[in-house]
């Protein structure tokens, strides 16, 4: 038998193994995205989200032969997109608005996390701020992105 649990609870369950056989949520959990790219929710809470990934430049690469700066926009993007759906009631989606992300220092194999978390909410606007730091504690970019809650006929079809 199949449940349906709020996001922020299916997210938790999930992380501490309990999540009961055929649970579902209204998102999509893991995303397609995080499973291609290896994307892993380590942290979890209303408007809130760790989320790791195994960066190595021989596979995420760029010309330079450091981590691509679109592989570490789209892990922000992933966190603060995680964060926001645990603070989103049922019936209710989102689309970010925009996401702007400064670069500190270069990866060439680390764990990367990002840890994202809203800096104001709004009834429909949120800004989350996200901080992408490498295994050894250093700051390796900082995201700032604006999401908006979709309701009603807005939600449909998202």
């Given at each position: 038998?199949?449940?349906?649990?709020?996001?922020l609870e299916?997210?938790?369950?999930?992380?501490?193994?309990s999540?009961?056989?055929?649970?579902?949520?209204e998102?999509?959990?893991?995303?397609?995205?995080?499973?291609?790219?290896?994307?892993?929710?380590?942290?979890?809470?209303?408007?809130?989200?760790?989320v790791?990934?195994d960066?190595?430049?021989?596979?995420?690469?760029?010309?330079?032969?450091?981590?691509?700066?679109?592989?570490?926009?789209?892990?922000?993007?992933?966190a603060?997109?995680?964060?926001h759906s645990?603070?989103?009631?049922?019936?209710?989606?989102?689309?970010?608005?925009?996401?702007?992300?400064?670069f500190?220092?270069p990866?060439?194999?680390?764990?990367l996390?990002?840890?994202?978390?809203q800096?104001?909410?709004?009834?429909?606007?949120?800004h989350y701020?996200?901080?992408?730091t490498r295994?050894?504690?250093?700051?390796v970019?900082?995201?700032?992105?604006?999401?908006?809650t979709?309701?009603?006929?807005?939600?449909?079809?998202?």
């Amino acid at each position: 038998m199949s449940s349906k649990l709020p996001t922020l609870e299916f997210l938790k369950r999930q992380l501490d193994g309990s999540l009961p056989t055929g649970a579902t949520t209204e998102m999509r959990y893991p995303t397609a995205i995080s499973n291609t790219l290896g994307f892993r929710i380590t942290e979890i809470d209303v408007g809130y989200a760790k989320v790791e990934l195994d960066a190595n430049a021989d596979i995420h690469g760029n010309q330079q032969g450091t981590v691509h700066g679109g592989m570490l926009c789209e892990l922000a993007d992933a966190a603060i997109g995680t964060a926001h759906s645990t603070a989103i009631l049922e019936g209710e989606t989102f689309t970010s608005i925009d996401l702007k992300i400064s670069f500190f220092r270069p990866v060439w194999k680390s764990v990367l996390t990002a840890t994202a978390k809203q800096i104001q909410r709004g009834k429909t606007i949120t800004h989350y701020q996200c901080e992408i730091t490498r295994d050894d504690g250093k700051a390796v970019a900082l995201a700032m992105s604006t999401v908006m809650t979709l309701r009603g006929n807005a939600a449909n079809g998202r």
